[in-house]
């Protein structure tokens, strides 16, 4: 299951080293078009423009939404290697995007699996659907790699 996104997630994966060589946490995200056209891709740029809202996801759904040119992403899927948090999974929600797809689970921040699940909550009006632990081990691995590497 999921293997269909292996390359999109391997672009993000590409998009979290760049993020991680440069100081961010290695998070990446792409956006792609519903006919699976590569419409934007980001990395995690918080540290890059000391914006605490520049998360990967945020980043690559403004990119997509100027691309696709206008703010409603329907139908079309962010992929991206970790878990989203409480501010992108209401952005995923905001963008009325299609299929959320991840890599690694975030236990401590995650909110469409492990803390909480924004965006499947009954409560709103848009739910995508979502895939999760998409290559889950090279997505947690690059961040466990990054962390092991500040501690030393
Ligand atoms: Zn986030």
Same mark, same amino acid.
Request: proline residues 3%; glycine residues 10%.
């Given at each position: 299951m999921g293997s269909r996104w292996h390359d999109a997630m391997r672009l993000a994966l590409d998009e979290a080293r760049s993020a991680g060589l440069r100081g961010d946490v290695p998070i990446g995200a792409v956006v792609l078009a519903p006919d699976g056209a590569l419409l934007a891709a980001a990395g995690n740029e918080r540290e890059l423009l000391g914006d605490p809202t520049a998360h990967a996801e945020v980043v690559a759904l403004r990119r997509?939404?100027?691309?696709? =040119?206008?703010?409603? /992403?329907?139908?079309?899927?962010? !992929? !991206?290697? /970790?878990?989203?948090?409480?501010?992108? *999974? $209401?952005?995923?929600?905001?963008?009325?995007? =299609?299929?959320?797809?991840? =890599?690694?689970?975030?236990?401590?921040? =995650? *909110?469409?699996?492990? /803390?909480?699940?924004?965006?499947?909550?009954? @409560?709103?009006?848009? @739910?995508?659907?979502?895939? #999760? $632990? !998409? /290559?889950?081990?090279?997505?947690? $691995?690059?961040?466990? #790699?990054?962390? @092991?590497?500040? @501690?030393?």
């Open positions: 997509a939404a100027e691309r696709w =040119g206008q703010w409603r /992403l329907e139908d079309c899927t962010l !992929v !991206v290697t /970790l878990e989203p948090c409480t501010m992108c *999974a $209401g952005a995923v929600v905001s963008a009325r995007i =299609g299929h959320l797809v991840f =890599g690694a689970f975030d236990e401590k921040a =995650g *909110a469409v699996a492990s /803390l909480f699940d924004v965006v499947r909550d009954p @409560r709103l009006n848009h @739910r995508p659907r979502v895939t #999760g $632990g !998409v /290559l889950e081990a090279d997505c947690a $691995g690059l961040l466990e #790699g990054f962390f @092991r590497a500040r @501690r030393d």
